[in-house]
């Protein structure tokens, strides 16, 4: 192992786990607010000559009104007035009302963090409105991040992997007033409009459509504005509530195809989302609910014998499920079939006609299911059947 790399190591487990020892020496720094932004600065402790490798501190954000998504900390980088460093971490919790983060930088032996200047900008802190009145307030925290104890710096200089700590003074906590409206709106692809914000009270214009003798439900709707996406929601009988089948990742899309069961009737309903820089997500309003009712299988196993003159036996096969059959002939295979029966029970697979005086008749028949408004849904035709005459 490398002798950098063994004390960077070595660096890490002194800011994790070794507490801090009494402040010695004191530091500073400044907050500056830039609209949702907070750049952190920090100023080397005093009187260390040398270069600090490794440091730890802690920043808390607190919600006075409103509502806020997690914040973000980005490091600066290196080498343009950033910070160096092989590791940077930014562990974000929250805390009732709070968010606290712990902030570790650590590099490579003589590597400095200030690189030979009294203060730096160690990154910045990017916050997340979620409601249209928000309010807060940030600063730097004691170790740990504890309410009301002095802010502090843990840091480890070149020469030694002692731990040291500086009281961080003249940082003052800054306050934030803003609304969810200040957080842009992400387009929908590259190169696309970004001024088409994405609206919360934005719904998709939901349609339906089943073939006419399919099980395939597709589904189109209108591209939402500013939508990163789209999911859709099936509403479940057993629970009485709306259940996510689908989410879609592409903002442009506006179409899709779903296998479903047959003789089925459906209710969906579907909504557009926004993805946030912090992978947090925006809600659109849901569409109408839109019902529909997919087809009966194909019958099969369609059977015709001849039980004397002129008169004839269909069977075939139960379909499941089914409402009942509808049976039809012909005098030739492609010629004009006129429907001859209704048959009106699922489980009556039978049927038989008399008075049928050509010498060769062809028969097919189809299932059917009775949509809620009363409508019926038909199934695909069964193969054609012929039978001659005596």
Known sequence: MKKWVGCLLAALLLLVLVPPVEASAAAGGELAVHGRDITVTLRKPDGVAEAVTSLRFWMYVTVLEGDMRQPVFTFAEAPAGGVPGVVKDAAVAKQG????????????????IFQGADST???TLTLYPASQT???EVGVAGEGAAEGAQPVVTYISASSLAQQAAFLTGVNPVSYSGSSSDVPAVPEQPGEDSSQGFSKDAAPKLKLRVGDTGRHIAFSWKQVPGASGYKIYQYQEETGKYK????????DKTSLSLKMDYAATYKFRMRAFQTLADGAKDYGAYSAIKQV??????VKG???????????????????PAGGYQVFCSTSKDGVYTRVKTVKKADVCKYVI????????????????????GKRKYGAFSRIQAVKQL
Not at 310 to 318: I, N
């Open 97 to 112: 009302n709070r968010y606290v983060l712990d902030l570790i930088v650590s590099g490579k032996k003589e590597q400095d």
């Open 354 to 373: 008399k008075g049928q005086e050509k010498k060769k008749m062809y028969y097919k028949v189809r299932a059917y299911v009775e949509k809620p408004n």
């Open 244 to 251: 996510r089948i689908k989410t879609i990742k592409e903002g």
């Open 134 to 136: 928000v309010k807060a």
């Open 302 to 320: 369609l059977a015709v014998q001849q039980k004397g003159y002129a008169k004839s036996v269909l069977a075939w096969e139960q379909a499941v």
């Open 293 to 298: 009712t997919t087809a009966p299988a194909k």
């Open 121 to 123: 900008v160690i990154g």
